[in-house]
């Protein structure tokens, strides 16, 4: 099998000049470029990919640590990094992890092992102490606000967005309100959102509150428990348009009417709300993706904040 050395023998010129065509160095003139590109494509050489990326101290990949492969919120925060990373010519490795802490460190090794340039959490099991010694192998951004001056972020303000949709529910007569949450209170997303709705209605009856709601199935489930209650809720919101459309199914199956009955708000602004109508706060994942790459990139620690949107529509 061919090596520099024997590309550099054939076309005449120094291991190092064949260095730098492979890594497509500036300051290598046009004749000897032509000439070592062309003994490379008759021995068909291919150069060792980790040892290029060794010489050039980067390997143009950044690792997304994603939860789920198969949910919508997090399908558009990878959205977001696919089309900046496609207009930079980087490569993604997406790196599910279920949440298992132990998986999620072993991600962020691959920084230490100079796999990736760099991280970006979309969410995470881990505590901060526990990632921040991995900062110093590479860029670590995260989809959430942190201050520690260490790990950039793209975020929202999760918590004015939750207050302000429980206060649109609240403006609109609903003082029964329930509200769906993907994880249990070990999740700071759900400590919010629990914080957001005491603010605004003061206290929170835990029957109120159901958790483990990811899919329309689940909507529909909860939806069901809700419904059947005594005291049901006449407003519902949901951690999610998919989440709120097996909620509308729901309310339909039970000859309810929506908002009449029962009022119903998402998250997201996905296509199956889009076209049920169902009014959404729209964190604008795919922007916060697009920020995420960005900074990592950049290799940089900034905080950029991206604003959110309350959509209005028939549902509510």
């Known amino acids: 099998m061919a090596n520099i050395i024997d590309i550099a023998k054939l076309a005449g010129v120094s291991v190092s000049t064949v260095s730098r065509v492979i890594n497509n160095h500036p300051y290598v003139s046009e004749s000897k470029r032509e000439m070592v590109q062309r003994v490379i494509d008759e021995l068909d050489f291919t150069p060792n990919r980790l040892a290029v990326d060794l010489i050039r101290k980067e390997t143009k990949c950044i690792g997304v640590i994603i939860p789920y492969n ?8 990878l959205h977001g990094v696919l089309n900046r990373s496609i207009e930079h010519d980087y490569s993604v490795m997406v790196l599910p992890t279920k949440y298992d802490p132990a998986k999620e460190l072993r991600c962020l090794n691959m920084l230490k092992n100079k796999q990736l340039d760099g991280v970006i ?7 901060w102490n526990s990632i921040l010694p991995y900062s110093k192998y590479g860029t670590i951004v995260a989809c959430e606000f942190t201050d520690h001056p260490q790990i950039g972020c793209a975020y929202i303000d999760r918590y004015a967005s939750f207050v302000d949709a429980f206060q649109l529910l609240k403006d609109k007569g609903h003082s029964r309100v329930a509200f769906t949450t993907a994880r249990g209170e070990e999740s700071s997303s759900t400590q919010l959102t629990i914080k957001a709705y005491k603010q605004v209605f003061s206290d929170l009856s835990p029957v109120y509150h159901l958790n483990d709601c990811q899919t ?6 909860a939806a069901q428990r809700l419904l059947n209650m005594e005291d049901r809720p006449t407003a519902i919101y949901a951690n999610g348009d998919e989440v709120a459309a097996g909620m509308y199914q729901c309310a339909k199956d039970m000859n309810l009417s929506v908002p009449e009955d029962l009022a119903i708000i998402g998250q997201e602004n996905q296509p199956v709300g889009i076209g049920l109508s169902l009014s959404t706060v729209d964190h604008q ?10 900074l990592t990139m950049d290799r940089t620690n900034n905080k950029v904040k991206i604003p959110y949107q309350i959509i209005i529509r028939q549902s509510t």
């Open 285 to 294: 994942l795919v922007k916060v993706g697009e920020q995420a790459f960005d």
């Open 70 to 77: 198969n949910n919508q919120a997090f399908d558009q925060l």
């Open 216 to 221: 329309m199935d689940d909507g529909f489930i």
């Open 121 to 127: 959490i979309t969410s995470r099991s881990n505590d």
